[in-house]
Nanobody, 125 residues
Framework: QVQLVESGGGLAQAGGSLRLSCEAS????????MGWFRQAPGKQREFVAA??????????AYADSVRGRFTGSRDSANNAVYLQMNSLKPEDTAVYYC????????????????WGQGTQVTVSS
């Protein structure tokens, strides 16, 4: 059974930083791509970052709204991925979800196979 557990959310001021973590279990981590999505109140879930693992190499992709501010990383020794969020803005406020897929992380949430329970990020102005 796939289990994804996020942590690291919380309250930050605009311009500040937070680091999200996602620990995976129940999967062969070396065969999975991972990613991050978010959902703000009243809005649809949206793509944030992909950490795609293809042919033993890592490929990163980011939403335009976070590129240059957010950085994803992968720690195969601990079956974990991270999202370093810098220069936070109030519009980054959302529940952030970790995602896992046996192929690649695609930008459409409907195509994702596995989700974590989410962690709240709130950015005050």
């Amino acid at each position: 059974q796939v289990q994804l557990v996020e942590s690291g959310g919380g309250l930050a001021q605009a311009g500040g930083s937070l680091r999200l973590s996602c620990e995976a279990s129940g999967i062969n981590f070396s065969r999975y791509s991972m990613g991050w999505f978010r959902q703000a109140p009243g809005k649809q879930r949206e793509f944030v970052a992909a950490i795609n693992w293809i042919a033993s190499k890592t490929f990163y992709a980011y939403a335009d709204s976070v590129r240059g501010r957010f950085t994803g990383s992968r720690d195969s020794a601990n079956n974990a991925v991270y999202l370093q969020m810098n220069s936070l803005k109030p519009e980054d406020t959302a529940v952030y979800y970790c995602a896992a897929d046996a192929v690649t992380i695609r930008r459409a949430p409907d195509l994702i196979s596995n989700w974590g329970q989410g962690t709240q990020v709130t950015v005050s102005s």
